[in-house]
């Protein structure tokens, strides 16, 4: 049972433009969410998170959007550079727990 | 820089043949990880360190062992890989609170 989803496998935005990422989750309790690049070869690095109490944490060029009542958080790149493309995973950790649950993650291409 | 560091990058075994993955870490985090990451999956928990205290996933499987002989370092042991064993393997560590991981950049294992 996947409790964390990412459903669009890919993504292709015209530099400049939004690029729009989104994560679902079946899971109520979730109280932390975090968003993870990752280039080829290396390890997910940290981008951005957001807590079950906010709706929106913004750094920079990043916003991340929290819905709870759908279950639903977003990530927002503007403007979307070539740098970004990468493979964005969302992830989800239950109160008092160390454990973080990951999606399947989105390919973003930025297209010049 | 502070960092998770994997080695090898690279590891070729043969079906049956014990191997072992090491993860060493310089930001002295109590929380230690492992994850599994198969082709266009979500990374899957396997196992996670608080200190020297093990806590192992419900489903992972017992040919999968770890070991942490102190702060810095993390060992993954597979006693018996079989083809389906054949995965991206990440580290991460973490602090005792709702944080971030860092994760290294893995180490690919390929079974023969």
């Known amino acids: 049972d996947q409790q964390v989803k990412q459903n669009s496998p890919s993504l292709s935005v015209q530099e400049g433009r939004i690029s729009i990422l989104n994560c679902d989750y079946t899971n109520s309790m979730f109280d932390y969410f975090l968003w993870y690049k990752k280039y080829p070869a290396e390890g997910p690095t940290f981008l951005i998170s957001?807590?079950?109490?906010?709706d929106k944490n913004e750094d920079g060029r990043f916003t991340v959007f929290l819905n709870k009542s759908a279950k639903h958080l977003s990530l927002h790149i503007v403007p979307s550079q070539p740098g970004d493309s990468a493979v964005y995973f969302c992830a989800a950790s239950l109160p008092g727990t160390y454990k973080y649950i990951f999606g399947t993650g989105t390919r973003l291409k930025v297209l010049a | 820089d502070a960092m998770v560091i994997q080695n090898p990058r690279y590891q070729v075994t043969q079906f049956g043949k014990p191997v072992t993955l090491s993860c060493s870490q310089t930001?002295?985090?109590?929380?230690m990880y492992w994850y599994q990451q198969k082709s266009s999956q979500a990374p899957k928990l396997l196992f996670h360190y608080y200190d020297k205290d093990f806590n192992n996933e419900a489903d992972t499987p017992d040919n999968f062992q770890s070991r942490r002989p102190n702060t810095s370092f993390c060992f993954l042991d597979i006693r018996s890989p079989g083809l389906g064993d054949a995965a991206m393997y990440l580290c991460?560590?973490?602090?005792?609170?709702?944080?971030?991981?860092?994760f290294g950049p893995g180490t690919r294992l390929t079974v023969l």
């Open positions: 991460a560590t973490s602090r005792p609170a709702v944080d971030t991981q860092y």
């Open positions: 957001i807590s079950s109490i906010k």
């Open positions: 930001l002295n985090h109590n929380v």
